[in-house]
C-alpha cells in the first residue's frame, strides 16, 4: 500500500524558521513533490526531490533521504503570508497515472505575529 | 495561456440533485485528473484522462459519477442523486506526459456543499 504522514498542525512566528516532516511508504517512488495550499485555493507546487539531499528556492529548502523515507520543508525568515497547509506528495512510478501520485494530508501552518 | 480554469467556484445544491463541473486545462496539457479534498486532508485520486480516453477510475468514484472529456480538452465531472457525503472541494488538475519535476498544474477547484 501507499501511507503518506505529515504533522496536522503547526504553528511558527513570524521571523523564524520552520521545519515540517513527510514520512512516506510506497510501493516505488519517482519523485517527491511539496505543495503550497492557501484555504479555498488550488494547491500551488513548491519544491521536488528525486535524489537524496537538500534542494534550495529562495526562502524554500526541500531534503530528501530515500533510504528513510523521509523528507522535510524548511522555511525560513516566515511571512504571514506563509499560513497555509503544505501537501508532501509522492510519485511511485515514472507514469503521470494519478493512483501513482498520492498526497498526504497536509501540515496546516500558523504564522503568529 | 493562464492555467487551469475550473467552474463554478462553488455550488449549493440539494440532495438527491445532480450537479456539474467543468475543467478547462492548460491547452498543451494531454493529461487530466480530477481529485477530491475533504477538509483537513489531501487531494484523493478520482479519475485520469489521457486526450479524450478515461483511463483510471478511482474505487472512490461510484456509480453515481461521471466523467468526460470529449474532445480532449475540457473535461466534466457529473455527480448524481448528490449525498450529503459528496461535499468536498473537488479539483482539477493537468500535466503534459513527459516526466518532469513541476508535478501537476491545479485549478482552483470547486467547492461543493450539498445540503
Known amino acids: ?113 | 495561456d493562464t492555467g487551469v480554469s475550473q467552474d463554478p467556484r462553488h455550488k449549493i445544491t440539494k440532495r438527491g440533485q445532480n450537479v456539474t463541473f467543468r475543467c478547462d486545462p492548460i491547452s498543451e496539457h494531454n493529461r487530466l485528473y480530477w481529485y477530491r479534498q475533504t477538509l483537513g486532508q489531501g487531494p484523493e485520486f478520482l479519475t485520469y484522462f489521457q486526450n479524450e480516453a478515461q483511463l483510471e477510475k478511482s474505487r472512490l468514484l461510484s456509480d453515481r459519477f461521471s466523467a468526460e472529456r470529449p474532445k480532449g480538452s475540457f473535461s466534466t465531472l457529473e455527480i448524481q442523486r448528490t449525498e450529503q457525503g459528496d461535499s468536498a472541494m473537488y479539483l482539477c488538475a493537468s500535466s503534459t506526459g513527459i516526466l518532469n519535476s513541476n508535478g501537476y498544474t491545479f485549478g482552483s477547484g470547486t467547492r461543493l456543499t450539498v445540503v
Request: net charge negative; hydrophobic share 30%; glycine share 10%.
Open chain 1, 1 to 113: 500500500g501507499q501511507n503518506i504522514d505529515q504533522p496536522t498542525e503547526m504553528t511558527a512566528t513570524e521571523g523564524a524558521i520552520v521545519q515540517i516532516n513527510c514520512t512516506y511508504q510506497t510501493s516505488g517512488f519517482n519523485g517527491l513533490f511539496w505543495y503550497q495550499q492557501h484555504a479555498g485555493e488550488a494547491p500551488t507546487f513548491l519544491s521536488y526531490n528525486v535524489l537524496d539531499g537538500l534542494e534550495e528556492k529562495g526562502r524554500f529548502s526541500s531534503f530528501l533521504s530515500r533510504s528513510k523515507g523521509y523528507s522535510y520543508l524548511l522555511l525560513k525568515e516566515l511571512q504571514m503570508k506563509d499560513s497555509a497547509s503544505y501537501l508532501c506528495a509522492v510519485r511511485d512510478s515514472e507514469d503521470n497515472y494519478g493512483q501513482n501520485f498520492v498526497f498526504g494530508p497536509g501540515t496546516r501552518l500558523s504564522v503568529l505575529p
